[in-house]
DNA sequence: TAGATTGTTAATCGATTAACAATC
DNA sequence: TAGATTGTTAATCGATTAACAATC
């Protein structure tokens, strides 16, 4: 197991009312093999007790800090449109750890409307943003026509991480990396079960 | 192979000015290895030439048509907020097939008014919408709060497919394919890298 | 002690890829 | 014919799972 698999998050969230959990019960709830999750967990440094499962509070601090969950990650947002805002209002990203920095455009009737209470700044100021606001992850919430360009600035600015919304194939150098969310492609996959 | 592999959408795409293609070429386009594109092709009930390669125009009429491009899917936007009118202005559905044909809000405020070109209509007219015109996809663009009432509604007026942005778990009948947009699960995803 | 559940091995399964005869 | 590329087999690789001794 090279990366630690998704599924695990799900259950960084186990309830701590339960105090300890079985291997068979995480794996009811994930969806996967009881194997699976004592061989995963054990690749953690597993803490479980035979004959009683594994500790809940114990098991949540431990998944949430082996994926990442108690390091907070700056986030920029490029894009104040509709999608931009809609990212800002989005309520999931603190939960997990997210904290929303920023949020550029380069529309001078948008800079300095508030959206979702952060004032839309300047992307002219995008470097000086980046490099103050310690950002590490951007998001291209911008029309495709810019995205490229936009990405150029956010990695020449030091971001790693660039969560590309933009329906557009990004170049970037191999030491960046790009998540591409393409709702097309979401909307496909759909369609696989409509044709029985 | 029980389902066709995504990656061969890219090659639906292919330009047709080349008037042949090899796998070799393929697999570098799409990134991926070259005998697994002409495994997947040759499931498809192959046409490639030996020592030539694949005709574009067969190639990709035919992978169209397995892919499911060739058919028009109706959707319907629930919820006319930020994020519902930034899936309605999101340029890349038409492309693949897909035609959104309503946009609802409850909110009586926004009843009427215009998101890229579509007038907002009440959800009370819901089932209605979904009968008459056909709907086969809905999308939820609401507060997680109501995503589960809205999740009810639509599959009681017959749609068998959800693509969910909604941060919510949706419980619905096991015919029903709900794919879930997860904003936090993206970033989660692009943070692993982050930790070396 | 008896029952439950872990941690890990070995078996299984499926997916990827190398290799090459077929053939354009 | 010589070169290129397919279509397919067999090998490889990795991921999943069954099974069970260890042990709480």
Redesign the interface.
Known sequence: MS??P?YL?TLADLPPSQTTCSSEQMAALAGVNSAQVRKDLSFLGSHGTRGVGYGVLELRSQLRRA??LN?D?A?IIVGA???G???S?????E??G?AVVAIVDADPAKIGTEVAGIQVESIDQLEHIVAERSV??AII?TP?RVAQDVANRVTGAGV????NFA?AVLDVPATV?V?R???????????????Q
């Not at 209002?89 to 990203?93: A, D, Q, R, S, T």
């Not at 790693?160 to 969560?163: G, K, V």
């Not at 496909?188 to 409509?194: A, D, K, P």
């Open positions: 990366r630690l998704i998050r994926l990442g390091t990650y986030v449109g509709n999608l805002a809609a990212l209002n989005y309520g999931g990203f939960t997990w997210f590490e992850i919430a495709s790693r991480s660039i969560l329906p990396k998540r969310v393409d709702l097309s492609t979401e909307l496909q996959i759909l369609t696989y079960h409509l044709q």
